[in-house]
């Protein structure tokens, strides 16, 4: 089947796909973005989270044909030209990043919780982000770059909110 | 508008290896940690050595979604691998038939063990795997056969219509069982693979105080989040070069040369990104499989596992199971310790003779134990095989010492911390094995500082912070806190008297007017960031800001393991090394061309300094004549093997320690866990990156939590009954509490720059202290972990 889907503001078109797959690999192996991650396609770990229409959703668990005509965002549209997303560079800035597996998802998870709520506590950041599994930080720094993103975000462009 | 067709992303114009759509060509993208961006080179007046928290070389290209995983390599018409894997744990195979599979439309290959050109056995210690099965399976998931299509789904389709008739046997399940006179053989040699045997000072002592205690450790898993993944591309010539998310490449390299029975020059491999790997990629996966798939086809071929083939995939943490025996003098001082573990190596060895060697030489723990009797039996069964993950021996014997010494510190009415600071190890103590600590070793330093942090309040009414959180299980009632302390260690680098070495090249040269030094060492980057490592070496020692990191392959010599937390000490004293020799060039010049005697030369900041005198040039002026390299390779001080009777010898190059506190809050009526604080105190030598120190403390602390209370890979029959992040269960964001973290930096006098190694210790005695901290809430004796709710909650 055919499946045309709006990724990252750009109308991207697969042919032939087969029925079983998901989101996730017609993202990865037929539309060129591999960003979005592999780690358990079964929906356990987040690390394939992509916003669908607005929504975060594991995008191992929809159905390439459920997103046929659907708007897609994906970490590698987080970035405005070249500047990076304050999620992206407080990620890096507080060393949120290590084998960096978990981090596109993360990146999604938390640029969607920011955008709900721009100082979120530190029990709501956990609940917010108990959906995507990170193997090698131990979360805290993860928790720290959320913070610096809220911060930088809240002092507005220009501000570092550090 | 973007149109991609079947195969989107090809780019015919480029030649080689190419990424999927809209990216360049994989080749220069799999130098994930090459060129640095601008945002991670070190702005003015930043030195960005050793000793500053610069930021990953990898960072942008990881939060950008470009970081090239060894499962995102894609290539012009490439195909997929998949493999056929035993349903059993014990089976003669009678034949194999792969007609039907082969008449798939879409499959390319189709490939069985007649079709392993070199030697069909692999093996990092001993070469006793097959690379497919040929007769015989001994575990659950030993891969049979392979094939090749055009699209994974057809590939497993045809997979599934391969026939293999088995005549199932019964497995060997228990390790203790198998060394029975009368089990049943399931390698040539018996089903013993080490026994290690200490024996240190009075043969049978005697103590005013002695406790008992049997301990069991369930199998744990990696669980690297990126899975197992290639590609293999064949030269044309009956070579191959292989992209692989590994850890070891030369070692890696030297096995597949075996079996594909080719020499090294015709088989090229090349690190692709590494999506975590905590001791799990050290052994072979896809590797031999993804490069005779491709040789046999001529076309590239690609292999990524699923999560549950990654359960098969890999070597996981040894089970074991440790009958310990303490004595001590009233006054609290230790006079003996016995034991007898026994791991579980699974069907094939992989490292279990390493691992023993190390639950066995650190059984007494970071303690000064006169009299020691320790015998540590390594076992083949028909379970899946185990070998090398993050502590490594050292994670299950401490939840066991850890155990009795709060048990010893009981009977000798002794508070549990001061116990374990009386008899604790310090510099100049003998260990087990008659080895003197020739470097810092300041364990009761570390338990006094974690015993001195702040305790976390008590009593919050956000249900998110009690055990079982948004479960609603409980609004407080049942609710018990506790706090326990454990302290660790765990050699650093290769033991033994192996031959542990590094390889670095170093060049310095002119780049636009400028100078760059490039660094090249095929040391595996698997996340912990080393490649950062190796940038602030370079600049901290040649003086220049702007370090090209090459990708990771085998066209430089061997980096050893990244594994051992030995990669800082060993390729970091090389880069160093290669840094020394490129400097000493360079000066040299600047002498030749000296018109006066210069004392104290050296390089910083781009200038070349010398004491007095002011600076006496810009580097790049003596760069003109060319670029300067070098390659160096570079091994720490030698250790020896221990004697085979006694175990006594200077087995380890260097010992790291490090110290916790967990406080838990447990619910007594359900038996749930939450762990609220766990706390922290590790010495590291010298924290070359402080942020990223801290960052492996706080990752390696979380996978100790892991174990001591979830993790555990389910192995009935000797089939593994939960395969999936579903059933497997790692620690989340509500699992993990905030951790404090304290580091101390006593430079060992034998390393590089002072430092320890830092990664494993922390994974070593967070375990037992929060299992120390769940006993001192529940007064359950706990003697398994993980721990499970039954264990709390059910009959004592």
Known sequence: MRITATVNGTTHQADDVWPGESLLFVLRERMGLPGSKNACEQGECGSCT???????????LVAAGQADGRQIVTVEGLAAGGALHPVQQAFIDAGAVQCGFCTPGLLVAAHDLLARDPSPSEADVREALAGNLCRCTGYEKILDAVRLAAARLAAGPGGDGA | MTTSGREPGREPGQSGLLAPAGRAPSRPRRAPDGVPAEADRPGAGETAGIGTSVRRPDGRLKVTGEFAYGSDLWMDGMLWGVTLRSPHPHARIRSVQIGEALATTGVHAVLTSADVPGQNAYGLEHADQPVLAADLVRYAGEPVALVAADHPETARLAASRIMVDYEVLPPVTDPVAALAPDAPALHPGGNLVRHLKIRKGDPEPTADVVVAGSYQIGMQDQAFLGPEAGLAVPDGAGGVELFVSTQWLHVDQRQICAALGLPAERVRLVLAGVGGAFGGREDLSMHVHACLLALHTGKPVKMVYSREESFFGHVHRHPVWIDYEHGASSDGTLVYVTATMHLDGGAYASSTPAVVGNAGTMGAGPYVVPNVRIDAYGVYTNNPPCGAMRGFGSVQAAFGYEAQMDKLAAALGMDPVEFRCKNAMRMGSEGPTGQVLDSPAPVAELLRRVQRMPLPESGSADLRSLPGGVGNTTHGEGIVRGIGYAVGYKNVGFSEGFDDYSTARVRLELTGGEPVVTVHTAAAEVGQGLVTIEQQICRTELGVGTVVVVPKDTSVGSAGSTSASRQTYVTGGAVKAACEAVRERLLARVRERGERELAGLRLADGLVLADGAGPVGAIGEFLDAGPIEETVQWRHRPTQPIDPETGQGFAHVQYAFAAHR????????????????????????????????????????AQGLGLAVMEEIQVRDGLIANPSFTDYLIPTILDVPPMRIDVLEYPDPHAPYGVRGVGEPPTISSGPAVVAAIRAATGRDLARVPVRPEHIAGPA
């Open chain 1, 50 to 60: 992509v916003y669908l229409d607005g929504v975060p959703v594991c995008a191992c």
């Open chain 2, 662 to 701: 967990a406080v838990v809050d447990v619910d007594t009526e359900l038996g749930l866990v939450k762990v609220v604080a766990l706390d922290c105190a590790q010495d590291v030598g010298r924290a070359l990156n402080p942020q990223a120190v801290v960052g492996q403390i706080q990752g390696g602390s």
